[in-house]
């Protein structure tokens, strides 16, 4: 079964910084692309970044490209999101998700999902 924790999240000022971790579990991590995405309340979840562990590229939305950084740990079978410069903007819940393979920006190509970690920028 797969599984997909996600912690890190919290309440950070604007301009600060926050990881976020997803713990996967229950697949073959080398076989798989992992993926962050984020959605407020009302509106569509949106890819923030991804990576595949399967041919190591990573994508990143526009809006994060320069802040934010993805990357993961072979040893714990991790994905971390190191998000810096931070905005209100950025505000939203963040989801760690999981797909065969390769990357792709759509939400709906993702099979198995996180729970969830609340990010919240002050300005």
């Known amino acids: 079964e797969v599984q997909l924790v996600e912690s890190g999240g919290g309440l950070v000022q604007a301009g600060g910084s926050l990881r976020l971790s997803c713990a996967a579990s229950?697949?073959?991590?080398?076989?798989?692309?992992i993926g962050w995405f984020r959605q407020a309340p009302g509106k569509e979840r949106e890819m923030v970044s991804c990576?595949?562990?399967?041919?190591?590229?990573?994508l990143y939305a526009d809006s994060v490209k320069g802040r934010f950084t993805i990357s993961s740990d072979n040893a714990d079978n991790t994905i971390y999101l190191q998000m810096n410069s931070l905005k209100p903007g950025d505000t939203d819940v963040y989801y760690c998700?999981?797909?065969?393979?390769?990357?792709?920006?759509?939400?709906?190509?993702?099979?198995?999902w996180g729970q969830g970690t609340q990010v919240t920028v002050s300005s």
């Open positions: 998700a999981a797909r065969w393979m390769r990357c792709f920006a759509s939400a709906q190509l993702f099979g198995s």
């Open positions: 229950g697949f073959t991590f080398d076989d798989y692309a």
């Open positions: 990576i595949s562990r399967y041919d190591g590229s990573t």
